[in-house]
T-cell receptor, first 118, second 110 residues
Framework: DGGITQSPKYLFRKEGQNVTLSCEQNLNHDAMYWYRQDPGQGLRLIYYSQIVNDFQKGDIAEGYSVSREKKESFPLTVTSAQKNPTAFYLC?????????????????FGNGTRLTVT | SQQGEEDPQALSIQEGENATMNCSYKTSINNLQWYRQNSGRGLVHLILIRSNEREKHSGRLRVTLDTSKKSSSLLITASRAADTASYFCATARVGNQFYFGTGTSLTVIP
């Protein structure tokens, strides 16, 4: 079955440590996204990537970094510079119809990673 | 922020009743999508309505879009306990950027 796998489901870290969240998809989608979800604030876009070796900042990129070395993988690193890292992190993918396209295909989401930093 | 706003924030209804939730957004869009999220899980795509469409149906779901008012509504008819979830609207713009609203938490009481 095709889908998006996020791991781990729960992650605990000490303040000051960097942590990397995994996201893998076998849907052959070009575009991948990272969102952060906090209670009462909906989803906020951290980073997105439309093709391999290219990615763009979203609304809240500060304190985060990503890489897109393979089409299937889009890991997110939460660095010690992120002031409030405790949150639910969601990875998503979609077919990319290219820059400037007037159509957006739906997002497919993983089941998230709940990160707790103490 | 380009986020939309859902209204109401929370909705509680009896099984069999209809549930209506609304979404307002700020900028011009290519299309608007509705997603559902069960507690602690990822979002699941429900329905997409393009900017040149006014109404769309899918099973028990009915979505309307009014681009002049920058608003959309999602109607779930004959609700079931299994419809209990949070519902989000997402606006899509050129360049594959999606922006989500704050969500409506729906509780369907058996």
């Amino acid at each position: 079955d095709g889908g998006i796998t996020q791991s781990p489901k729960y992650l605990f870290r000490k303040e000051g440590q960097n942590v990397t969240l995994s996201c893998e998809q076998n849907l052959n989608h070009d575009a991948m996204y990272w969102y952060r979800q906090d209670p009462g604030q909906g989803l906020r876009l951290i980073y997105y990537s439309q093709i391999v070796n290219d990615f763009q900042k979203g609304d809240i990129a500060e304190g985060y970094s990503v890489s897109r070395e393979k089409k299937e993988s889009f890991p997110l690193t939460v660095t010690s510079a992120q002031k409030n890292p405790t949150a639910f992190y969601l990875c998503a993918s979609s077919l990319s119809t290219g820059r400037g396209s007037s159509y957006n295909s739906p997002l497919h989401f993983g089941n998230g990673t709940r990160l707790t930093v103490t | 922020s380009q986020q939309g706003e859902e209204d109401p924030q929370a909705l509680s209804i009896q099984e069999g009743e209809n549930a209506t939730m609304n979404c307002s957004y700020k900028t011009s869009i290519n299309n608007l999508q509705w997603y559902r999220q069960n507690s602690g899980r990822g979002l699941v795509h429900l329905i997409l309505i393009r900017s040149n469409e006014r109404e769309k149906h899918s099973g028990r779901l009915r979505v309307t879009l009014d681009t002049s008012k920058k608003s959309s509504s999602l109607l779930i008819t004959a609700s079931r306990a299994a419809d209990t979830a949070s519902y989000f609207c997402a606006t899509a713009r050129v360049g594959n950027q999606f922006y989500f609203g704050t969500g409506t938490s729906l509780t369907v009481i058996p």
